[in-house]
């Protein structure tokens, strides 16, 4: 029982880790695209941070930004695949925050 509970506290200094070290990123991210606002990378990358960070709906207009403005194709697979799961994180986030209002 001892090294569940460890194994717990553990996972959970990992997830709050990450969590700060996404909204460092996401910040980061966002200050380097104000000086770099056509850099598709940094937009897929700010699209990364942002789920990372729970903002769903940020991260799905990230990605959208990434797609237009890439120009390498070897990047093209990758993006696509993180639009597709980028817009069911959305939609799975809008659904929950509309069962959220109907219960009581």
Do not use: V
């Not at 996401?26 to 897929?44: F, G, Q, R, S, V």
């Not at 799905?60 to 990047?75: G, K």
Request: contains cysteine.
């Amino acid at each position: 029982m001892h090294h569940r509970a460890l194994m717990c506290w553990l996972n959970w200094e990992l997830h709050r880790a990450c969590s700060q070290l996404s909204q460092q990123s996401y910040e980061a991210l966002t200050e380097a695209l104000a000086y770099d606002p056509k850099n598709a990378e940094l937009w897929y990358n700010r699209s990364s941070a942002s789920r990372f960070t729970s903002r769903f709906g940020q991260s799905l207009r990230d990605i959208e930004h990434a797609i237009e403005l890439n120009t390498r194709s070897e990047l093209t697979e990758q993006l696509t695949k993180e639009l597709r799961s980028c817009r069911k994180m959305a939609e799975a986030s809008i659904y929950h925050r509309r069962l959220d209002h109907f219960i009581i």
